[in-house]
């Protein structure tokens, strides 16, 4: 992966973890599915960035919900991305 492809990731977690954290009802998986989507990213690449952003601890699923919340680590970690 090349550090302009890292820089890019970067700014796509750190937008999505500014987003969960806009609203105390997080950001519905729909909505940021179609945002990507917008852009280019398939199901597939949604997923994998989302899983890996619950996996380092930066947002939480609602699975019943459908939707994602920001955590302390991700709101600390997206106030350190650039």
Not at 16 to 43: C, D, F, K, Q, R
Not at 60 to 68: F, G, I, K, L
């Amino acid at each position: 992966m090349t550090n302009q492809q890292i820089k890019a990731l970067q700014s796509i977690g750190k937008g999505i973890i500014e987003s969960a954290n806009l609203s105390s009802t997080g950001a519905p998986s729909g909505v940021i599915y179609s945002a990507l989507m917008g852009h280019g990213a398939s199901l597939s690449q949604f997923q994998s960035i989302m899983d890996t952003l619950v996996k380092h601890g930066f947002l939480n699923h609602d699975a019943d919900c459908h939707t994602y919340h920001a955590t302390n680590d991700g709101i600390a970690w997206a106030n350190r991305i650039q």
